[in-house]
Protein backbone atom coordinates (compact mmCIF):
# COMPACT_ATOMS: atom_id res chain seq x y z
CA UNK A 1 0.00 0.00 0.00
CA UNK A 2 1.05 3.62 -0.33
CA UNK A 3 0.92 6.27 -2.19
CA UNK A 4 2.92 9.48 -4.15
CA UNK A 5 6.21 9.61 -4.74
CA UNK A 6 8.70 6.42 -3.69
CA UNK A 7 11.04 7.65 -1.45
CA UNK A 8 13.95 6.11 0.17
CA UNK A 9 15.91 8.05 2.93
CA UNK A 10 19.01 6.04 3.45
CA UNK A 11 18.98 3.69 6.64
CA UNK A 12 15.98 5.71 7.99
CA UNK A 13 12.71 5.01 6.18
CA UNK A 14 10.95 4.19 2.93
CA UNK A 15 7.50 5.13 1.95
CA UNK A 16 5.31 6.44 -0.77
CA UNK A 17 4.03 4.32 -3.93
CA UNK A 18 6.01 0.46 -3.61
CA UNK A 19 8.71 1.02 -6.64
CA UNK A 20 9.09 -2.80 -7.04
CA UNK A 21 5.51 -4.48 -7.85
CA UNK A 22 3.49 -3.19 -11.35
CA UNK A 23 0.68 -0.93 -11.21
CA UNK A 24 -1.64 -3.34 -13.37
CA UNK A 25 -1.61 -6.69 -12.87
CA UNK A 26 -3.54 -9.44 -14.96
CA UNK A 27 -2.92 -13.15 -15.20
CA UNK A 28 -4.90 -15.73 -17.37
CA UNK A 29 -4.42 -19.63 -16.42
CA UNK A 30 -5.85 -22.25 -18.71
CA UNK A 31 -5.38 -25.87 -17.61
CA UNK A 32 -6.08 -29.22 -18.66
CA UNK A 33 -5.35 -31.84 -16.18
CA UNK A 34 -6.27 -36.00 -16.00
CA UNK A 35 -4.85 -38.78 -14.55
CA UNK A 36 -6.11 -42.39 -15.24
CA UNK A 37 -5.51 -45.32 -13.04
CA UNK A 38 -5.67 -49.03 -13.93
CA UNK A 39 -5.82 -52.03 -11.13
CA UNK A 40 -4.68 -55.34 -13.03
CA UNK A 41 -4.00 -58.29 -10.45
CA UNK A 42 -1.20 -57.31 -7.45
CA UNK A 43 -0.65 -53.92 -10.35
CA UNK A 44 -2.00 -49.90 -9.77
CA UNK A 45 -1.07 -48.60 -12.72
CA UNK A 46 -1.47 -45.46 -13.41
CA UNK A 47 -1.06 -42.14 -15.94
CA UNK A 48 -1.65 -38.84 -15.82
CA UNK A 49 -0.52 -35.57 -17.96
CA UNK A 50 -0.45 -31.60 -17.19
CA UNK A 51 -0.99 -28.83 -19.80
CA UNK A 52 -0.67 -25.19 -18.54
CA UNK A 53 -0.86 -22.01 -20.86
CA UNK A 54 -0.46 -19.00 -18.64
CA UNK A 55 -0.44 -15.35 -20.15
CA UNK A 56 0.44 -12.20 -18.37
CA UNK A 57 0.05 -8.65 -18.29
CA UNK A 58 1.68 -5.99 -16.38
CA UNK A 59 1.98 -1.79 -16.22
CA UNK A 60 4.88 -0.91 -14.58
CA UNK A 61 4.88 1.81 -11.46
CA UNK A 62 8.31 3.03 -12.49
CA UNK A 63 6.90 4.67 -15.53
CA UNK A 64 4.88 6.90 -14.10
CA UNK A 65 6.52 7.91 -11.16
CA UNK A 66 10.65 7.52 -10.53
CA UNK A 67 12.16 6.42 -6.97
CA UNK A 68 14.62 8.91 -5.19
CA UNK A 69 17.23 7.96 -2.68
CA UNK A 70 18.10 10.91 0.24
CA UNK A 71 20.79 10.94 2.34
CA UNK A 72 19.05 12.56 5.14
CA UNK A 73 15.98 13.62 6.55
CA UNK A 74 17.45 17.19 6.19
CA UNK A 75 18.00 16.87 2.09
CA UNK A 76 15.08 15.08 1.37
CA UNK A 77 13.20 18.22 3.57
CA UNK A 78 15.41 20.82 1.70
CA UNK A 79 14.34 19.22 -1.66
CA UNK A 80 10.67 19.60 -0.44
CA UNK A 81 10.30 22.72 -0.14
CA UNK A 82 12.55 23.90 -3.11
CA UNK A 83 15.46 25.29 -1.51
CA UNK A 84 17.93 22.20 -2.76
CA UNK A 85 15.69 20.20 -5.34
CA UNK A 86 19.22 18.27 -6.28
CA UNK A 87 20.08 16.91 -2.88
CA UNK A 88 19.28 13.36 -3.88
CA UNK A 89 22.07 10.36 -3.52
CA UNK A 90 20.72 8.67 -6.58
CA UNK A 91 17.38 8.86 -8.65
CA UNK A 92 15.88 5.45 -10.91
CA UNK A 93 13.35 5.18 -13.27
CA UNK A 94 12.42 3.23 -16.65
CA UNK A 95 10.95 5.32 -19.41
CA UNK A 96 9.39 4.05 -22.88
CA UNK A 97 6.36 1.66 -22.89
CA UNK A 98 4.55 0.93 -19.71
CA UNK A 99 2.91 -1.73 -20.45
CA UNK A 100 4.28 -5.28 -21.07
CA UNK A 101 3.31 -9.06 -22.01
CA UNK A 102 4.29 -12.35 -21.91
CA UNK A 103 3.60 -16.14 -21.69
CA UNK A 104 4.56 -19.55 -20.79
CA UNK A 105 3.79 -22.90 -21.54
CA UNK A 106 4.36 -25.81 -18.60
CA UNK A 107 4.24 -29.38 -19.79
CA UNK A 108 4.39 -32.69 -17.52
CA UNK A 109 3.24 -36.14 -18.26
CA UNK A 110 4.02 -39.35 -15.75
CA UNK A 111 3.73 -43.34 -15.66
CA UNK A 112 3.65 -45.30 -12.52
CA UNK A 113 3.10 -48.40 -11.34
CA UNK A 114 2.01 -49.49 -7.36
CA UNK A 115 2.93 -53.36 -7.24
CA UNK A 116 2.23 -55.80 -4.99
CA UNK A 117 4.86 -58.08 -5.16
CA UNK A 118 4.33 -60.19 -2.28
CA UNK A 119 1.79 -60.33 0.75
CA UNK A 120 5.09 -58.58 2.62
CA UNK A 121 5.93 -56.28 0.39
CA UNK A 122 5.48 -53.59 -2.08
CA UNK A 123 6.80 -51.58 -4.43
CA UNK A 124 6.37 -48.43 -6.39
CA UNK A 125 8.53 -47.62 -9.19
CA UNK A 126 7.42 -44.66 -12.40
CA UNK A 127 9.21 -41.65 -14.34
CA UNK A 128 7.97 -38.27 -15.13
CA UNK A 129 8.77 -35.96 -17.28
CA UNK A 130 8.24 -31.79 -17.17
CA UNK A 131 9.17 -29.39 -19.97
CA UNK A 132 8.45 -25.27 -18.70
CA UNK A 133 8.66 -23.41 -21.68
CA UNK A 134 9.50 -19.70 -20.39
CA UNK A 135 8.14 -16.49 -21.97
CA UNK A 136 10.66 -15.37 -24.35
CA UNK A 137 13.38 -12.95 -23.86
CA UNK A 138 14.66 -9.80 -25.11
CA UNK A 139 17.47 -10.17 -27.29
CA UNK A 140 18.47 -6.20 -28.22
CA UNK A 141 18.56 -6.41 -23.95
CA UNK A 142 21.99 -5.39 -23.09
CA UNK A 143 21.78 -7.41 -20.05
CA UNK A 144 22.63 -10.78 -20.07
CA UNK A 145 20.05 -11.89 -17.95
CA UNK A 146 17.17 -10.64 -20.10
CA UNK A 147 18.99 -11.78 -23.74
CA UNK A 148 18.37 -15.31 -23.56
CA UNK A 149 15.97 -17.90 -20.88
CA UNK A 150 17.52 -21.36 -20.72
CA UNK A 151 14.87 -23.91 -21.24
CA UNK A 152 16.02 -27.47 -20.02
CA UNK A 153 14.51 -30.54 -22.56
CA UNK A 154 15.94 -33.18 -20.03
CA UNK A 155 13.79 -33.08 -16.88
CA UNK A 156 13.31 -36.51 -16.95
CA UNK A 157 12.28 -37.54 -13.32
CA UNK A 158 12.54 -41.77 -12.24
CA UNK A 159 10.76 -42.81 -9.17
CA UNK A 160 11.13 -45.80 -6.83
CA UNK A 161 10.10 -46.90 -3.30
CA UNK A 162 9.30 -50.28 -1.52
CA UNK A 163 7.25 -51.03 1.77
CA UNK A 164 8.26 -54.45 3.08
CA UNK A 165 6.35 -55.83 6.27
CA UNK A 166 8.79 -57.41 8.86
CA UNK A 167 7.56 -61.08 9.76
CA UNK A 168 5.17 -62.52 9.84
CA UNK A 169 3.27 -60.05 12.71
CA UNK A 170 3.41 -57.72 10.57
CA UNK A 171 4.04 -55.49 13.24
CA UNK A 172 7.51 -53.89 11.67
CA UNK A 173 7.30 -51.85 8.45
CA UNK A 174 10.09 -51.12 6.36
CA UNK A 175 9.78 -47.94 4.20
CA UNK A 176 12.31 -46.23 1.82
CA UNK A 177 11.54 -44.14 -1.30
CA UNK A 178 13.77 -41.93 -3.85
CA UNK A 179 13.31 -39.83 -6.67
CA UNK A 180 14.25 -36.41 -8.77
CA UNK A 181 12.28 -33.83 -9.38
CA UNK A 182 12.20 -30.74 -11.19
CA UNK A 183 10.10 -27.37 -9.46
CA UNK A 184 9.17 -24.92 -12.12
CA UNK A 185 10.84 -21.31 -11.80
CA UNK A 186 8.52 -19.10 -10.45
CA UNK A 187 7.69 -16.69 -13.35
CA UNK A 188 8.24 -13.01 -10.76
CA UNK A 189 12.10 -13.86 -12.28
CA UNK A 190 11.39 -13.76 -15.87
CA UNK A 191 8.70 -11.02 -15.25
CA UNK A 192 11.57 -9.03 -13.49
CA UNK A 193 13.81 -9.40 -16.76
CA UNK A 194 11.76 -8.50 -18.64
CA UNK A 195 10.33 -5.32 -17.42
CA UNK A 196 13.96 -4.29 -16.50
CA UNK A 197 15.36 -5.53 -19.89
CA UNK A 198 16.99 -1.66 -20.51
CA UNK A 199 16.14 -2.53 -24.31
CA UNK A 200 15.36 0.37 -27.06
CA UNK A 201 11.42 0.24 -25.59
CA UNK A 202 12.08 -0.04 -22.30
CA UNK A 203 15.64 1.79 -21.31
CA UNK A 204 16.21 2.33 -17.38
CA UNK A 205 17.97 4.79 -15.92
CA UNK A 206 19.71 4.91 -12.57
CA UNK A 207 22.21 7.89 -11.81
CA UNK A 208 23.10 10.61 -9.79
CA UNK A 209 22.08 14.15 -10.16
CA UNK A 210 25.30 15.26 -11.80
CA UNK A 211 24.15 14.82 -15.58
CA UNK A 212 22.10 17.40 -17.39
CA UNK A 213 18.33 16.80 -17.72
CA UNK A 214 17.96 14.66 -14.54
CA UNK A 215 14.72 16.03 -12.93
CA UNK A 216 13.82 18.52 -10.22
CA UNK A 217 12.50 16.45 -6.68
CA UNK A 218 9.79 15.72 -7.29
CA UNK A 219 9.39 15.40 -11.20
CA UNK A 220 10.00 12.40 -13.17
CA UNK A 221 11.60 11.92 -16.25
CA UNK A 222 9.82 11.63 -20.44
CA UNK A 223 12.93 10.37 -21.79
CA UNK A 224 16.55 9.33 -20.88
CA UNK A 225 18.57 12.29 -20.27
CA UNK A 226 21.86 13.67 -21.82
CA UNK A 227 25.04 11.81 -20.63
CA UNK A 228 23.52 9.07 -18.45
Same mark, same amino acid.
Given at each position: ???????? &?? #???? +????? %? $?? *???????? @???????? &?? #???? +????? %? $?? *???????? @????????????????????????????????????????????????????????????????????????????????????????????????????????????????????????????????????????????????????????????????????????
Amino acid at each position: SGNGQPIR &IT #GVIS +FGTPF %D $IP *AGFRQGIL @QVIDNVSW &IR #GSHA +FKVGG %D $IQ *AVSDWRQA @QEIFSGSYTFPTIAAYLAAKDGSKPYGYTSFAQTVGTPNYSFSSKLFSVFAQDDWRVTSHFKMLYGVRYDLYQYPTAKADSPFSYSQHFAISKTNIGPRLGIVWSIGNSTRSVLRASTGIMYDQVLLGAYETALEKNGASDRPATCCRPTPPGLPHFPNCLRGVPPGT
